[in-house]
């Protein structure tokens, strides 16, 4: 997907938490994670548009550059949010692997899809807050 002058695509990545383990459960952890991967896009030079943290998962939609290999984007903001999560302390020291593998990521080819996915990603933190309200 192109974005105005540059030349870019729009990803979607998925990371599963390690077991299924609810790592972001906590409003707190969840903030910082969410801060984390932005920090961690910065420091790349590319653009989150949506990050979604759930408990055991994340979701993020970010702009890269259209010669960045997909295979390499998942993996290389994985490991800069995960010593990110690490170095602050939100990660207990010994906890092991945080993530499933690399994660998932899939370049969204059009403005539908993308726009697909961000309906699906605002159904699930709507479902997630709905089943966890205290109302």
């Known amino acids: 997907m192109r974005s105005g002058e ?3 695509k729009l990803c979607h990545l998925i990371w599963m938490t390690r077991d299924g383990r609810l790592w972001f459960k906590i409003a707190a952890a969840a903030r910082f994670c969410e801060r984390a991967v932005r ?3 910065a420091a790349q030079r590319w653009k989150p548009e949506t990050i979604v943290v759930l408990p055991d ?3 993020i939609l970010v ?3 259209l010669a960045e ?3 390499s984007v998942s993996p290389r903001l994985q490991q800069a949010t995960t010593r990110l ?4 302390g939100v990660l207990a020291e010994g906890t092991g692997p945080v993530w499933t593998g690399d994660g998932w990521c899939s370049v969204l080819p059009s403005a539908v899809s993308a726009a697909a996915v961000r309906r699906v990603l605002r159904e ?3 479902a ?3 089943n966890n309200s205290d109302a």
């Open 85 to 88: 999560l690490a170095e602050s």
């Open 57 to 59: 998962r994340v979701h």
């Open 124 to 126: 699930k933190v709507a």
């Open 6 to 8: 540059e030349s870019t």
């Open 128 to 130: 997630y807050v709905g």
């Open 69 to 71: 290999d997909r295979w």
């Open 63 to 65: 702009l890269v550059p």
């Open 39 to 41: 920090h961690a896009c």
